[in-house]
Structures are given as C-alpha cells and as structure tokens.
C-alpha cells in the first residue's frame, strides 16, 4: 500500500521559508511523478509544483516561480519543497501526491498524503 506522510508545515512570517518534506513508501516510485499541491479555503486545490521521479523535470505553477523549489532524495524516497519568500496568499493545505506523469490536474494523481497546514503571516 503506498503512503504518503508530509511535515514540515507551520507558521511563517512574509518573506520567510519553509521547506515541506514527503515520505514515500510502499513501491518503487522511479517511474512516477510526484506533485505538491495546495488548497486555500473556499479555493480549488492547484498544483504548485511538481517533479518527475525519474528525469528531475519540473513544473512550476506561475504563482511560485523563482519562490518554491521542488526535489527528491531517491535514496530516502521522499520530495521536498523549498518555499522562499513566503507571501500571505501561499497560506493553504499542502499535500503530496503521485501520478504516473506530470499533470496539473488533481484527478491524475491516485494516492496522496494527509496535509500539512502553511500558515504565512504579514
């Protein structure tokens, strides 16, 4: 069964940083996108980053371009997301998510982790 288990969620200052962690586990991810994505309330969930487990490629939603940075540690099998410059408007639910590619739609991704709350202040 695959498990996703996100941390590093909390409460931030504006222009601040946080970096989010997502342990994988429960098969081989090689062949899998990974892919952060982030609900405010009242707001649909949107992707904010995501990453090829395989190539290194990314994506970026416009919003988080040049603030966030996605990665992944295959030795530990988990996905980080580097977030700098931290803006109110970055305040939501994060969750981690798997797809067999890269996609910005959420109805791609089947298995996904828990949440961890992002709280930026101004």
């Known amino acids: 069964q695959v498990q996703l288990v996100e941390s590093g969620g909390g409460l931030a200052q504006a222009g601040g940083s946080l970096r989010l962690s997502c342990a994988a586990s429960?098969?081989?991810?090689?062949?899998?996108?990974f892919g952060w994505f982030r609900q405010a309330p009242g707001k649909e969930r949107e992707l904010a980053a995501a990453?090829?487990?395989?190539?290194?490629?990314?994506y970026y939603t416009d919003s988080v371009k040049g603030r966030f940075t996605i990665s992944r540690d295959n030795a530990k099998n988990t996905m980080y997301l580097q977030m700098n410059s931290l803006k109110p408007e970055d305040t939501a639910v994060y969750y981690c998510?798997?797809?067999?590619?890269?996609?910005?739609?959420?109805?791609?991704?089947?298995?996904w982790g828990q949440g961890t709350q992002v709280t930026v202040s101004s």
């Open positions: 990453i090829s487990w395989n190539t290194g490629n990314t």
């Open positions: 998510a798997t797809s067999s590619r890269i996609s910005d739609y959420f109805g791609d991704y089947n298995y």
């Open positions: 429960g098969r081989t991810f090689s062949s899998y996108a």
